[in-house]
């Protein structure tokens, strides 16, 4: 294949991410009154997790039952907290989990959250809040914090919806750059690939969300680059202080 060739599927490939996010954003804007968060269900999770070990998925399999047994929340992550009646909560409506899987509310105990999933999260709180308030009910929106890294325009790491599409988050971060390998991404968590570039291009293709991928916060999407593309960003980044420093010996040592 040529390079020219090369060059127009990865730019159809970064037109279609692109696509598919403008898309769904224009649907989430007309139904985003009605439209609740797509989050799995206990019930759901087991059942794949039985399907998964059936048809030897061992890896796919892990990530459920690992899932179902931890919950979804970690120390650090947040949730958006919101009181929809007359008492409000006090302070931000943004709550971090704090260390020990809990999380901290104002004039109340703590929640804990070892072993709840994101889908669990809005009937576990409300339960919790009503044992101290009355006429106020409460809606949670769990927040992931995931990395972005390798070729995009902008990595590091987002605060997002679970609910939201991989897709998403890859504009999120600004989307692939020109040394973007598009069909190359991967998903780690920490040295571990949890899903190998076939998987992801497929979760990609098919829309799927960062709660259907069984992610957690730290999990990395990492955008590999195209083996022997040029990436003058990092070029120009490493030629502007050897540039200054000859400058400098030029000054000193004519």
Known sequence: MTMSSQHWLRTIAIACIGVTVASRSGHAQATAVDAGPELESRSTLEA???????????SEAWL??????????????????????????????TVTVRA?????????????????????LQPKLSSHIAKYLRDSTVRATPLLRMAVLGQV??????????????????????????TADVGNMIIRRGTDIIWNAQDTRTAL???????????RAGDELYVDDIKG???WTKIVQFAGPVLGLLVTWKRFFP
């Open 48 to 58: 794949e997790a039985a399907k998964a070990e059936a048809q030897h998925r061992k």
């Open 64 to 93: 459920l039952r690992t899932r179902l047994q931890k919950g979804d929340f970690q120390d650090g992550d947040r949730i958006i907290v919101k009181l929809l009646g007359q008492i409000q909560l006090p302070g931000n409506d």
């Open 100 to 120: 020990g899987k809990v999380l901290p509310l104002p004039q109340m105990a703590d929640l804990p959250l070892e072993g709840v999933l994101r889908s669990e």
């Open 153 to 178: 325009r902008n990595p590091g790491y987002y605060y997002v919806q679970a609910d939201v599409l991989l897709n998403d988050v890859v504009m999120k971060a600004g989307g692939p750059i020109q």
């Open 205 to 215: 293709a098919d829309g799927m969300s960062l709660d259907r991928l069984h992610l």
């Open 229 to 231: 593309s040029i990436d």
